[in-house]
């Protein structure tokens, strides 16, 4: 069965309007979960580590103000994406790892188009 | 350069063939390594973690070169449901994954 959820599973919006992705975890509680981005034909992107009780980690690049990321419990973080604009169109995925040198466990994404 | 290079793909090849993956990393402090197999369309699968000693998993064979920074995965008698994109993943001495741009193989009947 899934281990990481997502939702939801693709969303189209309006340039100018924030949209909220939440990453859940099943079947272990992660006090870090990590959240991914990709484009067409691209590999996946680390955006930012999300950690339970403290602030996000952002990649080189990523703007903190324009993702935010809440990981308001164990299993449980949020990205929004505010004031999106046609090129946030992408594929967000989070993971969590279910130990710190391991593989990680994928949530089965979120697809973000802005018209 | 790139944290983890891959080969260029497509990769075009008939049912029963045998095709390796090869795969570069750049940081001598990496940890562990995978392969992942996406489809399209959906997230990524851990299809099995590398070890220096290699591993096989049935048909899957992963090879782990530590002094080449180098690392290998093997498809014996590929089938149509191997068509997938395959992502060679390091994960850092930070914890974190960096993903390879992946290299896409299509098996042909």
């Known amino acids: 069965g899934a281990v990481v959820s997502q939702h939801p599973s693709w969303v189209i919006c309006k340039s100018g309007t924030s949209v909220k992705i939440e990453c859940r975890s099943l079947?272990?509680?992660?006090?870090?979960m990590f959240w991914y981005r990709q484009f067409p034909k691209q590999s996946l992107m680390l955006m930012a580590t999300s950690n339970e009780g403290s602030k996000a980690t952002y990649e080189q690049g990523v703007e903190k103000d324009k993702f935010l990321i809440n990981h308001a419990s164990l299993t449980l973080s949020t990205l929004t994406v505010t004031s999106a604009h046609p090129e946030d169109s992408s594929f967000y995925i989070c993971?969590?790892?279910?130990?710190?040198?391991?593989?990680?466990?994928f949530g089965p994404g979120t697809r973000l188009t802005v018209l | 350069r790139k944290e983890v290079e891959q080969d260029p793909g497509p990769f075009n090849v008939p049912e029963g063939a045998t095709v390796a993956f090869n795969c570069t990393y750049s940081?001598?402090?990496?940890?562990?390594f995978f392969w992942y197999r996406q489809d399209c369309r959906k997230e990524p699968k851990l299809l099995m973690s590398v070890y220096s000693s290699g591993n096989e998993d049935g048909r899957f064979t992963a090879q782990l070169n530590r002094a080449s920074q180098y690392i290998s995965l093997l498809i014996r008698d590929s089938k149509l449901s191997d068509s997938a994109t395959y992502l060679c993943v390091v994960n850092d001495s930070g914890g974190k994954l960096i993903f390879g741009q992946g290299t896409e193989l299509s098996v042909k009947p």
């Open positions: 079947d272990f509680q992660a006090t870090t």
């Open positions: 993971s969590v790892p279910p130990d710190p040198v391991g593989g990680q466990y």
């Open positions: 940081n001598s402090a990496s940890q562990s």
